[in-house]
């Protein structure tokens, strides 16, 4: 049976740990065969058994891979705030009407709140939903936004831009936040509902009934060797049934890929498009200034490459200053490196004078959902349902999606409720089906606030481009509000978009000073990523091949540049001429960036173990 809390989750383990020590002092049952290169010219990288199915692995014959199994009403996959605030909704409907109602949360972050990564700053309508006494509560909401800011940097000057009543980047009564913290104290008022969460246990696999519809989940496996042997200290993971699971795993979650292929879910929308987004937080002293909120676009990027800045200064008992930078994936040269322009933007004359004297305390990047209305899946399924950025309920003008993600988790529960307490309720599929929840979404404030930007972020596809964009705001959403009667299309795929290195410029950015810029790998440290060294690569490659023959000949390795975490570098074979390609998957922070950017979309990023990836203290 699935434990009833996540202690008996952790003492199973240490039951696991202790058998392991008992039989490192034992002769081995198991005597694994090398595991070797199929291939005389190309290493071997990928031993995932997504890739390489255990069922043809003579060393895993005789394995038991039998999984506990336990059953919920709704099990939520992910514990962020779309996730967090469905099952929050559940319980408190479940408490209203006197219901009983099992509602479980796997989160693959050892701690909540630990993989969660924004600006932030944060619209509270749908925290004042969900809990109308929020302030009373605590809420780690310190900081209302004081002074708005935006202008346009050229390379040694800053244009101001007046931000207009109306247009989407105003942030008048909104609430700079660091998000960690805020997904931490959701996750409080749900176990004082009685909400089970597993903080560790990553959702590794979708489940189905015979008939098609959603089971549940299987959390991942653990104790297996890099070269995908099971180690002695291997263990199955474990099945949780559902009549429904709702999907919240964040933007580009690596279920909500599987069931899009399933089910077919993006049949009727546009490709989704992304950003990167690069975060830092830094303590500082004499530029301190609580509430103030600052965006730029521009300078180091041209205007063809969509993004810009952030920096936020935060009253949290000491004085501390939120900044980043973003940059649309959809971006064309190969030789573009996000994190390098980060650094460089943060040398421009108007920011740096900021930061000089200060200390830089934590790093950190994601992933973000850029495709708006237009590139929505369809959101429910039979069995279960997508909430918050894993379909992209991301207001992309505003930089904002905390507020959309909530309010679907919201509306998910209480469609799910009155399913699930509906004494003639039918159902067609073993796993139930919910339609209603789109169909209410589409009445709400989400569904109008996404429509009404819906052409802002691809108007910046025009020859004038981000600056194109902003003149396409001014008229159309300021004047009309999002009413045009057409809609535009996006360019397609982010993978699509990168041009060959021949017809590209390489890019030659400033060597860090170590004091205001940094370099990769000191950064990284700053995340506090861990993985399990001796387990199978997360990032798994479709064709081991491919990286040398297509990646690097024909895009001089873009991988080793739009990677914020220095996971992949090209280094020399150990014999003979040539090179290979080196994942170095401990590294990796969980953005999801390689598994949308890649030009052959050759990698396939899965979960690691539970608890591994970065350990972000609020960012």
Aim: some cysteine; overall charge negative; aromatic content about 10%.
């Amino acid at each position: 049976m699935f434990p009833a809390c996540k202690y008996t989750l952790q003492a199973r383990r240490c039951l696991c740990s202790v058998t392991a020590l008992q039989r490192a002092h034992s002769p081995s049952l198991f005597c694994a065969t090398r595991w070797s290169s199929s291939s005389s010219t190309t290493p071997r990288i990928t031993s995932h058994y997504t890739v390489y199915p255990r069922e043809k692995d003579p060393r895993w014959e005789g394995v038991d891979m039998e999984r506990f199994v336990d059953e919920a009403d709704v099990v939520v996959v992910g514990a962020g705030p779309a996730g967090l605030s469905a099952a929050i909704r559940l319980k408190q409907l479940a408490s209203e009407q006197g219901k009983e109602l099992r509602v479980c949360v796997v989160e693959k972050a050892s701690q909540i709140g630990a993989h969660t990564l924004s600006g932030a700053c944060i619209e509270p309508s749908a925290l004042q939903e969900l809990f109308p006494d929020w302030k009373e509560r605590g809420a780690p909401l310190h900081t209302p936004v004081t002074e708005d800011r935006f202008g346009i940097l050229t390379e040694k000057y800053r244009i101001p831009v007046p931000i207009l009543p109306g247009l989407p980047m105003n942030n008048h009564g909104n609430y700079i936040v660091r998000l960690g913290h805020l997904v931490s104290w959701l996750a409080e008022q749900a176990e004082e509902l009685e909400v089970e969460l597993y903080p560790g246990y990553a959702a590794a696999e979708v489940l189905f009934h015979e008939d098609g519809s959603v089971k549940g989940i299987a959390t991942n496996d653990v104790g297996i060797s890099k070269d995908g042997s099971p180690k002695d200290t291997f263990e199955r993971g474990m099945e949780l049934h559902a009549k429904v699971t709702i999907f919240g795993e964040g933007c580009h979650g690596h279920l909500a890929k599987q069931l899009y292929k399933h089910f077919n879910l993006r049949q009727h929308c546009e490709p989704q498009t992304y950003a990167i987004g690069l975060k830092e937080v830094w303590v500082i002293d004499e530029k301190w200034r609580p509430g103030r909120v600052e965006h730029t676009v521009g300078w180091p990027l041209d205007r063809h490459s969509y993004g810009g800045s952030f920096l936020y200064h935060l009253n949290e008992g000491e004085p501390l200053l939120a900044l980043g930078f973003v940059v649309g994936l959809d971006y064309q040269n190969p030789y573009m490196n996000p994190f390098r322009e980060f650094q460089r933007w943060k040398h421009h004359p108007t920011v740096l004078p900021t930061l000089e004297g200060g200390k830089r305390i934590a790093y950190g990047a994601r992933a973000l959902n850029e495709g708006g209305f237009q590139s929505l899946p369809k959101l429910t399924f039979p069995g279960g349902l997508l909430v918050g950025c894993s379909p992209g309920f991301m207001n992309v003008p505003k930089i904002k999606g905390t507020h959309s993600a909530m309010k679907s988790g919201m509306m998910a529960a209480e469609t799910i409720f009155s399913k699930l307490t509906n004494e003639n309720l039918q159902s067609e599929t073993e796993g139930l089906c919910v339609p209603e929840y789109e169909e209410n979404l589409k009445n709400s404030w989400v569904w109008k606030e996404l429509y009404s930007v819906r052409n802002i972020r691809p108007s910046c596809h025009g020859l004038f481009g981000v600056y194109g964009g902003m003149v396409y705001t001014g008229i159309f959403y300021w004047i009309l509000r999002g009413k045009e009667p057409w809609t535009l299309k996006h360019k397609g795929l982010d993978s699509d978009q990168l041009k060959p290195a021949k017809d590209c410029t390489p890019i030659e950015y400033p060597k860090p000073d170590g004091k205001i810029s940094f370099d990769l790998l000191s950064s990284v440290a700053l995340s506090g990523t861990n993985h399990e060294h001796d387990q199978p690569p997360h990032l798994t490659l479709k064709n081991d091949s491919i990286p040398v023959n297509n990646n690097l000949a024909i895009y001089d390795g873009p991988e080793q540049r739009f990677c914020p975490a220095g996971v992949y570098e090209y280094v020399p074979v150990e014999t003979g001429d040539g090179m290979r390609l080196q994942i170095n998957a401990q590294n990796c922070v969980h953005c999801k960036t390689c598994d949308i950017k890649d030009p052959s979309q050759n990698i396939n990023w899965v979960v690691p173990e539970g608890g591994g990836g970065p350990a972000y203290n609020g960012m």
